[in-house]
């Protein structure tokens, strides 16, 4: 699941990611940070490589709740990673769903709210999901397409 994630990634200069906070993910929310992380810090290095228009980001998880680590993207930066980085650890056990139900429930992930919340943020031109199953991915595809 999550080695296919820095597969899709290009030339994006303005993404949001967001990752599935659910007990069906809750044992992978450590290595799915990690990798979040990983691939803000390859932007970093590509950005200062070639010089181009910095890349900004914002990070988000969604359970029954949705949070964002920011308000709006931010320019990505060996600081902004690094409190990306602890604020995605802190996450809050709270508000983790109890499953990946997709079909709507009381416990079902609220993914709808974290992706037209990730669009709605300035400057976005990539959303990017860390979903707990395939079925989580192309129903998060259909739902990018109604939330346009």
Known sequence: MAENMLDTLGTEQCAVILIEHTTVTSAHLSSLSNLVLN???TKIVSTLAVRSRAFAFNV??????????????????ETAVRKAGEWLREADWASLSMGANLNGGPNAPNLLGALLGAL???RVD????AAASADGVRASKDMVEQAK
Do not use: I
């Not at 949705?66 to 320019?75: D, L, R």
């Open 126 to 129: 990539a959303v990017f999901v």
């Open 60 to 77: 988000g998880r969604y359970g029954k709740d949705v949070h964002f680590w920011q308000e709006e993207p931010v320019t990505c930066s």
């Open 120 to 122: 709605n943020q300035p």
């Open 39 to 41: 691939y803000l810090k």
